[in-house]
């Protein structure tokens, strides 16, 4: 098909191929005798996506959605329909509580318990008046929404499929070509960079998480996609987590060398030569980044060898240099990261030639369970809450002026109370988009006006109401089509295909369609209001709450309430810097920057801690207790300035752990997390320790 210059080949293609579904769902709707034809459209672009994975994911969470909230209506409505307060209390708490959850929830499954309430809403409000008919009304409603999920999961599965494909591995690409260049960068023998630029440079690579949450969200969609990238949804999910946990490890590598290069006033022989090893291996390892040399893939014994060569190379750092008590810390520190590093990158190759091989081939790869997954994602209750407080009151407002006036039409208003405040609720400031929604309502009546009570009622056969709909649904399937301009033409088609739902067409007149409009409007505006009142909030606000959740996290594990394991907070913590960065871009600069710094700092001192919970058992003679008390304190406190005292008990227990002979793992990492203590909560104390040294 060729491309016109206003509309794109693939517009053109979404916006056939969408109007194609719903004009089959509304044949087969109406050929079963379903008495609201309409919804059955409305839903197929309710659920049609450019995507065919996303369609059918979204079909599958809707059709779930629905069930629910149907149900539910079949049991509130007959129960309660003579005490009207209590029915709307039941059904703005069943609304409230179905998004609470759904905003706990931060994948594509969250869809369907926001269904599941605002259902109850399209189908429950207008039943109150004749409850003994509620069934056959949330029967028939399902069978018409259904079809329209059918039709539309169909005709974007079967039709030239657009698959995730492209969308998943560009991204994942992205994500560890970015990876690698942040390892280039580390391993440079530059001289490392600090202050502004420092800053500069760890808020250009915070975009890494970004990319690591959306290609997180991106890939629930997997299993449902219509080609070969279905065999990969386990080792992508492992690879999320595997490069969540390469974050902070990758920190702590630059940390250590840049604090190496100050204690040491410069790059020893020994750390240059590591350096120029381990970028021979980068870039002898490049071809596996984008699963290239499938022919010859490294087996098992060919990585163990490779990662045993630059353990060795890396160990001898821990005996050269200027052997004072901190320059040997920070070696020993440095290649207890080093072989963390070399041990998670190796993984993370492995994981993407699994990848490539199921891609290839059509076959399940190695089977690689994710540890984590997305169950730590962060989850703010107090927006959430919030959230729902504002639909309850919407909700109940409207129907409390539905009640007082007797409006017949005021059961529409709270439908669109509900499904807007749901909506829009996962945003900081749903505010403006609902009023987008509200403008383009308005802007659409005269539109629908003329198909409720012009066009539709002169249609006389099937063929007919094609050439009268597909004028308008062709042009606006198409600008849905366009990110830049979906805001504009979801409105005007929603609420073109809304009021032709909520009509009987057939004997539809001018006052019916006022009141309803009036209707859609008020239920809109009254959602924006109290949104306004109760939830409205800016992106600053926001990254407050989450750097205060950070912190949170910072001090329940330096008090050990629970136990905390390094793979969790490393995937949570990457989560939160995602949504961090994305509030905070649009800032000045100069704090977009000291933010950026602070974080990665956070993430750093967050591992350090997690390690020395791990080491209190082993060296029971160190007084880490004491340590991570005051580490609790330091978290909790607003003005966040290390006390000199928390300095002297670092200093102490490293100098402690230094005396110890022996060289475990578990020493290698309790030095590890000391030093990072000292370096990131005291980044220019003196290089020798306040307590005497030990020679080694």
Known sequence: MPAFKLFSRAEMIYSLKSFTAAMMALYLSSRAGLPNTFWSLMTVYVVSQPLAGMVRSKAVYRLCGTFIGSTATVFMIPALSNAPV??????????????????????????????????????????????????????TRVEEICL?????????????????????????????????????????????????????????RLRLSVDITQLRLLSTHIPFDTGNLTWTAGAMRTMQDRVAELIPTLSGVEDRLQALYKAEGGWSPDVLAVQQQISAWLAANEPLLTGQDMDIPLTRAEYNDQRLALRESASRLETGGNQGAWSRALRISLVNYLEELVIKWQECLALRQDITTGMRVGVMPRRRLAAVGNRVLHRDLGMALLSSLAAFIAISLCCLFWIQVGWADGATAAMMAAVFCSFFAVMDDPVPAINNFLKYTFWSAPISAIYILVLLPAVQDFGMLVLVCAPLFLVLGCYSARPALLMVALPLLFGVAGTMSLHDTAHADVTSFINSTTAQLLGTFMAARVTRLFRSVGADWSARRIRRAIRRDLVDMARGAKAHQLQIFAVRMVDRIGLLVTRIAQGETHRHHSVARETLRDLRLGANIIALQQARR???????????????????????????????????????????????????????????????????????????????
């Not at 329209?148 to 039709?159: D, E, P």
């Not at 990876?179 to 808020?203: H, K, M, N, Y």
């Not at 005396?659 to 020493?667: G, N, R």
Request: some cysteine; glycine content about 6%; aromatic content about 8%.
């Open 86 to 139: 209590l029915l709307v209390l039941a059904m703005a708490l069943w609304v409230s509580a179905c998004l609470f959850i759904s905003l706990l929830d931060r994948t594509p499954r969250s869809y369907a318990f926001m269904l599941a309430g605002y259902t109850a809403a399209l189908i429950g409000f207008p039943s109150v008046q004749t409850p003994d008919l509620i069934f056959n009304t949330a029967i």
């Open 148 to 204: 329209g999920i059918l039709c539309a999961t169909l005709v974007h599965s079967v039709v030239l499929p657009a698959g995730l494909t492209g969308s998943v591995m560009g991204l994942l690409d992205k994500t560890l070509t970015d990876t690698r260049r942040w390892l280039q960068d580390i391993f440079s023998p530059e001289v490392p960079v600090a202050g502004e630029d420092d800053g500069a440079l760890s808020a250009s």
């Open 618 to 696: 082993h060296f029971p003679a160190v007084d880490f207790g004491a340590l991570l008390a005051q580490l609790a304190l330091l978290f909790r406190s607003a003005q966040n300035l290390p006390a000199e005292s928390l300095h002297h008990a670092v200093d102490r227990a490293l100098d402690a752990m230094l005396a110890i002979p022996e060289k475990t793992p578990q020493w290698r990492g309790a030095i590890s997390a000391l030093v990072g203590l000292r370096h990131n909560l005291f980044p220019d104390s003196p290089a020798a320790l306040t307590v005497k040294e030990h020679t080694p």
